[in-house]
């Protein structure tokens, strides 16, 4: 099975809306992280937010939030007021302790904001 | 800007030949992992090194091997290149041994095309 899906190829978002990037994914480890990458065209991966598994509270970068629903497993990124620099691929990754350092990528999202 | 920096950007070999990759860390970070990202696809881990030691491997042939250096920069080798290790190879810092998130900080890639 995979171990993150993120089921949105491509997606379309008016500029200064909100759009919500799908990620779920699988693990039996207690202990987790989930990480959010952006990546432009340049290819340089850009850290974007973090959700340890035991966070109590969805994490919030600026206008970057997770909305983690861990019953659900699933770690959706939301970016609001959308600006024409957030078109570029998004990864979801996991990192799960039992699995050291090894960041695990979801298939990404190419996101195009529209002026 | 990370302050991860590979180099070359850019590197055309052809089938056979062997190839070196370079890498030089964030200032403060211990710790180097490598990814092989395919076109269209999200990143795989290759290994990590941590104080000049491998310390986890992904599902990468011997032909694919590094090192660290003292100054925490690193090498990816890879012998006897075949067509399918074309890809952007992308290089990660973080600081691990302390309890903070060990978040994994990207260099812009170096993108080797086999031919």
């Known amino acids: 099975a995979q171990k993150i899906t993120q089921t949105q190829p491509g997606m379309f978002v008016q500029e200064k809306e909100a759009v919500t990037l799908d990620c779920t994914y699988d693990?039996?480890?207690?202990?987790?992280?989930l990480f959010w990458y952006k990546q432009p065209s340049s290819g340089e991966m850009i850290f974007l937010i973090y959700?340890?598994?035991?966070?109590?509270q969805n994490a919030t970068e600026g206008r970057y939030s997770l909305n983690f629903q861990k019953a659900r497993k699933s770690a959706n990124l939301v970016i609001s007021a959308s600006q024409l620099g957030d078109s570029a691929m998004y990864f979801c990754?996991?990192?799960?302790?039992?699995?050291?350092?090894?960041?695990?990528f979801g298939g990404g999202t190419r996101l195009m904001v529209k002026p | 800007e990370t302050g991860v920096t590979q180099s070359p950007t850019h590197l055309i070999k052809t089938r056979g030949q062997q190839v070196t990759l370079r890498c030089s860390s964030q200032?403060?970070?211990?710790?180097v992992s490598w990814y092989q990202q395919a076109l269209g696809q999200g990143p795989q881990f290759i290994f990590q090194?941590?104080?000049?030691?491998?310390?986890g491997r992904g599902n990468f042939p011997p032909r694919f091997s590094g090192l660290q250096f003292p100054n925490y920069s690193s090498e990816l080798n890879v012998n006897a290149l075949e067509l399918d290790d074309s890809a952007l190879y992308l290089c990660?810092?973080?600081?691990?041994?302390?309890?903070?998130?060990?978040?994994?900080?990207f260099g812009a890639g170096t993108r080797l095309s086999v031919l």
């Open positions: 990660a810092s973080s600081l691990e041994g302390g309890s903070g998130k060990n978040i994994q900080y």
């Open positions: 693990t039996s480890d207690p202990s987790y992280g």
């Open positions: 959700q340890g598994s035991y966070d109590q």
């Open positions: 990754a996991m990192r799960e302790r039992n699995a050291g350092n090894m960041l695990t």
């Open positions: 200032s403060g970070h211990n710790t």
């Open positions: 090194y941590y104080r000049e030691e491998e310390n």
